[in-house]
Structures are given as C-alpha cells and as structure tokens.
C-alpha cells in the first residue's frame, strides 16, 4: 500500500487549500484513512478520518466547522478540504491508512499502519 499526499502550499490567512491522498491499494474500499499534521518540535497530531465507506469522518476540535474530509473509492483517493486557515494549521500534513472495516475510523497515530510522505502547508497572517 502506498500514499501520495498533495496539494500543499502557502496561502494566507483566511485561505482555503484542498489537500489529496492517493492511495495504491487492491481494496482502498476497506481501508480507514486518517490525516494527520506535525509543526516543527510538536507531536503529530490528529486532523480528521474518514471511514472505510465514507459513512463516519472525525475532526480535531481545532479543525470543525473549517475543514471537511471525503473519499471516493473509485478513484481511490480522499481529500481534505481546508477552509478559513490559521497560522497554526501550519505544519507538514500526512495522510495515513489502516484497514479498518468498523464504523469509526481510527484518530491516533499508532493506530495507523500506512503513511504518505507529507505535504507543507504554510499560511502567512
């Protein structure tokens, strides 16, 4: 399995960035993605999930009501749409997967098996 995370950039606060997880797997249909953002010395910490169908997605606190996670098991990839950022939504995003059949997706790292390289996303106040 592997991730191709994308879409990163600089934009101002207040932008909006659509990011993209394109992911090489035979049955993408069963997997749970998570995303997931470090800022330099911080721990990676959790963004949003999405579950294997679609059905069930989670956000950090910090991100509800500005960014929406959703997938589309045809073409195998998931988005995260990024509206109204912050200075502190700066960070490098990854994207991560696990197969995961359950109704709620996973939110923590270590629950996470596979990984995308990451994206920069910095936004200028």
């Known amino acids: 399995v592997q991730l191709q995370a994308s879409g990163g950039g600089l934009v101002q606060a207040g932008g909006s960035l659509r990011l993209t997880c394109a992911v090489s797997a035979r049955t993408f249909s069963s997997y749970a993605v998570g995303w997931f953002h470090q800022a330099p010395g911080k721990d990676r910490e959790f963004v949003a999930s999405?579950?294997?169908?679609?059905?069930?997605?989670y956000y950090a606190d910090s991100v509800k009501g500005r960014f929406t996670i959703s997938r589309d098991n045809r073409v195998n990839t998931v988005w995260l749409q990024m509206n109204n950022l912050k200075p502190e939504d700066a960070a490098v995003y990854y994207c991560?997967?696990?197969?995961?059949?359950?109704?709620?997706?996973?939110?923590?790292?270590?629950?996470?098996?596979?990984w995308g390289q990451g994206t920069q996303v910095t936004v200028s106040s």
């Open positions: 999405i579950s294997w169908n679609g059905g069930s997605t």
């Open positions: 991560a997967a696990v197969t995961w059949i359950e109704r709620d997706p996973p939110r923590r790292p270590n629950e996470y098996v596979y």
